[in-house]
């Protein structure tokens, strides 16, 4: 069993604490992905996990044994890191092997892993080259295919496809999920990119600042962020925020009343008259109308963009620019008025001071309201 625990990790750099008491427990055989802005403490935290960096405080569990302050060879982890250190004077084959090789496995087997990690990462025409003959992008391959090829129990990569196009990148995350399912590795991944981490990730922690905002699965990360921040990071476009002020358990654009649902009644309750409240809603969760509703907020449109599938509106709320997406049939142009409707179960309400959600992802009252 190679699950992995962290409790309470803290890990500062002078002022910065760049890892600020992170706790994440990743299940056996897991994909995982950090996902955050630059600079939010994903390597470090990273580095931490493969013993190349010791935390602070706080404790490191691998399989059940505490590894925290065990060196990198012993927690049977495999790895690649942004900067990719590949072997130069080895040829891409003993690059590829070398982790093998220190393991002793024999000949036949290492021919064998050796070539399926380099067809998986498609540089099998490049066993032969030496890492100075090749690109930036064929090189990040050759140490994706390494730490593949070792196959540890627990792999760890720090953005391994970051220099590769976006083509290939799309075929490669793909192919990598599958590979590491049917090996059973528990895989931490590291990536600022959210469409990566929504299409691979078992499980997606958010990190700002060090510390993890929401741990989730994609689609509750993507229906139900936490935080006001996880809906802006999540989702192209990101979710739409405007505001609204609180009058007795309704909140309201101008004159206009939003419907929230029961459980959110209870919550503005704990609010002031006039107070604001932070409304998020995704733009493929609001419906626009050609003519007027009573139930419908009329909104001046800003720019239509065409983009095939869909209908992407800009439009204006108050001072706040949001998008919302209509089927491509529907037609309206820059100047006309549209009227929106905003199902009471699709709107997600924030706290606007701390960025909160005013219900928690996992409460019984979210789960009742997902259709
Ligand atoms: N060795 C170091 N000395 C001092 N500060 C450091 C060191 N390593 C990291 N930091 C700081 O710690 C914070 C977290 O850095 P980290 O490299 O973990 O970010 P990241 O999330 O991996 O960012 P990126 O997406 O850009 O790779 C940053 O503020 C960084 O400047
Ligand atoms: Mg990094």
Request: aromatic fraction near 6%; charged fraction near 25%.
């Given at each position: 069993?190679?699950?992995?625990?962290?409790?309470?990790?803290?890990?500062?750099?002078?002022?910065?604490?760049?890892?600020?008491?992170?706790?994440?427990?990743?299940?056996?055989?897991?994909?995982?992905?950090?996902?955050?802005?630059?600079?939010?403490?994903?390597?470090?935290?990273?580095?931490?996990?493969?013993?190349?960096?010791?935390?602070?405080?706080?404790?490191?569990?691998?399989?059940?044994?505490?590894?925290?302050?065990?060196?990198?060879?012993?927690?049977?982890?495999?790895?690649?890191?942004?900067?990719?250190?590949?072997?130069?004077?080895?040829?891409?084959?003993?690059?590829?092997?070398?982790?093998?090789?220190?393991?002793?496995?024999?000949?036949?087997?290492?021919?064998?892993?050796?070539?399926?990690?380099?067809?998986?990462?498609?540089?099998?025409?490049?066993?032969?080259?030496?890492?100075?003959?090749?690109?930036?992008?064929?090189?990040?391959?050759?140490?994706?295919?390494?730490?593949?090829?070792?196959?540890?129990?627990?792999?760890?990569?720090?953005?391994?496809?970051?220099?590769?196009?976006?083509?290939?990148?799309?075929?490669?995350?793909?192919?990598?999920?599958?590979?590491?399912?049917?090996?059973?590795?528990?895989?931490?991944?590291?990536?600022?990119?959210?469409?990566?981490?929504?299409?691979?990730?078992?499980?997606?922690a958010v990190i700002r600042d060090g510390s993890v905002l929401q741990y989730d699965p994609p689609t509750t990360l993507y229906d139900h962020p936490a935080d006001s921040f996880v809906g802006g990071f999540i989702g192209n476009p990101p979710m739409n925020f405007f505001d609204a002020t609180v009058r007795g358990d309704r909140a309201y654009i101008d004159e206009f009343p939003l419907q929230p649902t029961p459980e959110v009644q209870a919550e503005l309750q704990k609010y002031n008259d006039g107070d604001t409240i932070l409304v998020g809603i995704r733009a493929e969760n609001m419906e626009a109308l050609n003519t007027p509703a009573d139930d419908a907020l009329k909104v001046n449109v800003q720019v239509v963009e065409p983009l095939g599938a869909q209908n992407l509106l800009t439009l204006r709320i108050g001072s706040d620019v949001i998008k919302l997406s209509t089927h491509p049939d529907f037609h309206t142009s820059p100047g006309e008025d549209v009227w929106v409707r905003f199902p009471s179960k699709r709107i997600r309400w924030f706290d606007r001071s701390t960025g909160k959600s005013l219900l928690r992802a996992d409460s019984p009252q979210v789960e009742a309201v997902v259709q």
């Open positions: 069993m190679a699950d992995i625990v962290i409790e309470n990790a803290v890990k500062t750099f002078g002022s910065v604490r760049a890892v600020d008491n992170i706790s994440l427990t990743i299940k056996d055989g897991e994909f995982v992905v950090l996902l955050g802005p630059s600079g939010c403490g994903k390597t470090t935290l990273l580095r931490a996990i493969a013993g190349l960096g010791m935390v602070d405080n706080g404790r490191i569990m691998i399989g059940k044994k505490d590894v925290t302050y065990l060196p990198p060879k012993s927690r049977g982890i495999s790895m690649v890191f942004q900067s990719y250190a590949i072997f130069p004077h080895m040829k891409v084959y003993d690059n590829i092997a070398f982790g093998l090789k220190m393991k002793r496995v024999d000949k036949e087997t290492i021919h064998k892993k050796v070539t399926r990690a380099a067809e998986l990462l498609h540089i099998e025409s490049f066993l032969d080259r030496y890492p100075a003959q090749m690109s930036g992008g064929q090189r990040q391959r050759v140490a994706v295919a390494r730490a593949i090829a070792y196959e540890a129990s627990v792999l760890l990569m720090d953005e391994p496809l970051s220099n590769l196009d976006a083509l290939l990148r799309l075929e490669m995350r793909a192919e990598l999920k599958t590979l590491l399912n049917n090996l059973g590795t528990t895989t931490i991944y590291v990536t600022h990119d959210q469409i990566e981490a929504l299409s691979m990730g078992d499980r997606i």
